[in-house]
């Protein structure tokens, strides 16, 4: 089955910098990319997503890239915010436009930005 | 739209005994649930798959007996947590699939077993 493999776990960066998270997927089939931000106790909060016929997306400071061929998908977070600390999550499912397949986590990635 | 809404949000058990957790789409039809348990500082870890009118899905290593799925319409799929002990104490949230646009996510139940 899929499995989604994430780094950093944690990673800390000061107020205004970049951050970047990454993902690497193990099913070829796989074809939509979500990425979910999460408070503690809350229901994940989609924030961007990628799928297979392209290669990056973006929205505002926000984009992700994907690498079909290495099997991985990047977030990238330009000129971070302290609002952007918490908990983030890649994802991968293989349903194809319908969206029917099964999701699958990664580890989580608990950012923080310093002011 | 494509809303789920999911209860209850916090549940206290007695070890032994079962709980219910309902999650209902309240404005499509969710043929497919997926349903996720995450411990403390964890992802989000798939336990099974219900789709309308037939058996639930369930992923390796979890309990199909202590995990009971009934997906009975295109609006409710429930998980009944049976003979709850401290260790299945987590927050469970479900997951429905619509078409073309995502996922969209219940708004999870913390489950604590005394």
């Known amino acids: 089955g899929e499995n989604v493999e994430q780094h950093p776990s944690t990673l800390s960066v000061q107020e205004g910098d970049s951050a970047v998270i990454k993902c690497t997927y193990s099913d070829s089939a796989s074809n939509y990319f979500p990425w979910y931000k999460q408070e503690l106790g809350k229901r994940p909060q989609l924030i961007i997503d990628i799928r297979s016929n392209v290669g990056e997306k973006k929205d505002q400071r926000i984009a992700v890239t994907l690498n079909k061929t290495a099997k991985h998908f990047s977030l990238h977070i330009t000129e971070t915010q302290p609002e952007d600390s918490a908990v983030y999550f890649c994802a991968a499912s293989n349903g194809g436009s319908s969206n029917t397949g099964k999701l699958i986590f990664g580890q989580g990635t608990t950012l923080q930005v310093k002011p | 739209g494509a809303v789920v809404s999911q209860h209850p949000s916090r549940v206290i058990c007695k070890s032994g005994t079962s709980v219910k957790i309902e999650c209902r789409s309240l404005d499509f039809q969710a043929t497919t649930m997926f349903w996720y348990r995450q411990f403390p500082k964890q992802s989000l870890m798939l336990m099974a798959t219900?789709?309308?009118?037939?058996?639930?899905?369930?992923e390796q290593g979890v309990e199909k007996d202590k995990f009971l799925i009934n997906h009975a319409s295109l609006t409710l799929s429930t998980l009944t947590v049976t003979s709850a002990h401290p260790e299945d104490s987590s927050f469970y949230i479900c997951?429905?699939?619509?078409?073309?646009?995502?996922?969209?996510f219940g708004s999870g139940t913390r489950l604590t077993v005394v």
């Open positions: 219900s789709n309308e009118g037939s058996k639930a899905t369930y």
């Open positions: 997951s429905a699939p619509f078409r073309g646009r995502g996922y969209t």
